[in-house]
C-alpha cells in the first residue's frame, strides 16, 4: 500500500486510476501529469468530460483546432470538454500524428467504455508507447465500464478504494489484486499494479 505521494514522471504508456469518488484519483493523476512535464517538457492536454474543479486553473479551449494550435504551435497546456464522438476521434487522431504529449482523460468511461470506445483514441492508446511518444494518464470511477482494449495497454494502475462488486471482481480477475486490501484503503492510499517486466 502506498501513499499519495508517490513520483512518476516520464514513463511513456497507459497509467489507469481507479477508484471511488474523493479517494484521490484525479489529485494524484494531476500530480504525476506535472511530473511528466517537468520530465519530458512536453506540453500537456486534459480530456476534462465534466469540466470539473480540479481542472479549473487549466485553460480550457473549446474545439480541437484550438487544442492543436495550443498543444503543438504554442506549446500550451490546456484542457477541453468534448461530447462529440467525431470529435473526439478528431482530436486523438490529431495527438496521434503529433506525438510528444502528455495527456490526462478524466472519467475515461465516457469514451473507452465497453460498449462504445473511439476508434482514434484507441489507436493513440496502443501506439503510446513508441510510435506516439506519449504518456495517457486516465482516472475512471467504474474500471468495469471499461473496454478490453483501452485496459489492455495498461502498464501502470493506481487502484484507489473501489466497493462494486464488479470493478472489484475485475481487479480480481484480470490484475490478481487483492480486493480485500482495496476495500480498506483510506482517502489517498492505493496500491500499485504494474505489467509486464
Same mark, same amino acid.
Given at each position: 500500500?502506498?501513499?499519495?505521494?508517490?513520483?512518476?514522471?516520464?514513463?511513456?504508456?497507459?497509467?489507469?486510476?481507479?477508484?471511488?469518488?474523493?479517494?484521490?484519483?484525479?489529485?494524484?493523476?494531476?500530480?504525476? $501529469? @506535472?511530473?511528466?512535464? #517537468?520530465?519530458?517538457?512536453?506540453?500537456?492536454?486534459? +480530456? &476534462?468530460?465534466? *469540466?470539473? /474543479?480540479?481542472?479549473?486553473?487549466?485553460?480550457?479551449?473549446?474545439?480541437?483546432?484550438?487544442?492543436?494550435?495550443?498543444?503543438?504551435?504554442?506549446?500550451?497546456?490546456?484542457?477541453?470538454?468534448?461530447?462529440?464522438?467525431?470529435?473526439?476521434?478528431? $482530436? @486523438?487522431?490529431?495527438? #496521434?500524428?503529433?506525438?510528444?504529449?502528455?495527456?490526462? +482523460? &478524466?472519467?475515461? *468511461?465516457? /469514451?473507452?467504455?465497453?460498449?462504445?470506445?473511439?476508434?482514434?483514441?484507441?489507436?493513440?492508446?496502443?501506439?503510446?508507447?513508441?510510435?506516439?511518444?506519449?504518456?495517457?494518464?486516465?482516472?475512471?470511477?467504474?474500471?468495469?465500464?471499461?473496454?478490453?482494449? @483501452?485496459?489492455?495497454?495498461?502498464?501502470?494502475?493506481?487502484?484507489?478504494?473501489?466497493?462494486?462488486?464488479?470493478?472489484?471482481?475485475?481487479?480480481?480477475?484480470?490484475?490478481?489484486?487483492?480486493?480485500?486490501?482495496?476495500?480498506?484503503?483510506?482517502?489517498?492510499?492505493?496500491?500499485?499494479?504494474?505489467?509486464?517486466?
Amino acid at each position: 500500500m502506498e501513499s499519495d505521494s508517490a513520483q512518476v514522471g516520464g514513463a511513456l504508456g497507459v497509467h489507469w486510476y481507479a477508484g471511488c469518488p474523493t479517494a484521490g484519483k484525479s489529485t494524484l493523476a494531476l500530480r504525476h $501529469l @506535472a511530473d511528466d512535464i #517537468r520530465a519530458n517538457g512536453c506540453p500537456a492536454l486534459i +480530456i &476534462d468530460a465534466q *469540466r470539473v /474543479w480540479n481542472f479549473k486553473e487549466v485553460p480550457h479551449v473549446s474545439n480541437v483546432h484550438d487544442a492543436i494550435v495550443a498543444l503543438y504551435k504554442d506549446h500550451r497546456h490546456v484542457a477541453i470538454s468534448i461530447d462529440d464522438p467525431e470529435q473526439m476521434d478528431r $482530436l @486523438a487522431k490529431g495527438l #496521434r500524428c503529433g506525438k510528444d504529449i502528455n495527456i490526462l +482523460i &478524466d472519467e475515461a *468511461r465516457y /469514451w473507452l467504455s465497453a460498449h462504445q470506445i473511439s476508434r482514434e483514441l484507441s489507436l493513440l492508446m496502443r501506439t503510446s508507447h513508441q510510435h506516439s511518444r506519449c504518456i495517457i494518464r486516465c482516472t475512471t470511477q467504474r474500471l468495469e465500464d471499461i473496454h478490453q482494449d @483501452a485496459l489492455a495497454c495498461t502498464n501502470e494502475m493506481y487502484v484507489f478504494r473501489c466497493t462494486s462488486p464488479r470493478t472489484l471482481e475485475r481487479l480480481e480477475r484480470e490484475f490478481g489484486i487483492d480486493i480485500s486490501k482495496v476495500k480498506s484503503l483510506e482517502r489517498g492510499q492505493f496500491i500499485s499494479w504494474k505489467a509486464g517486466f
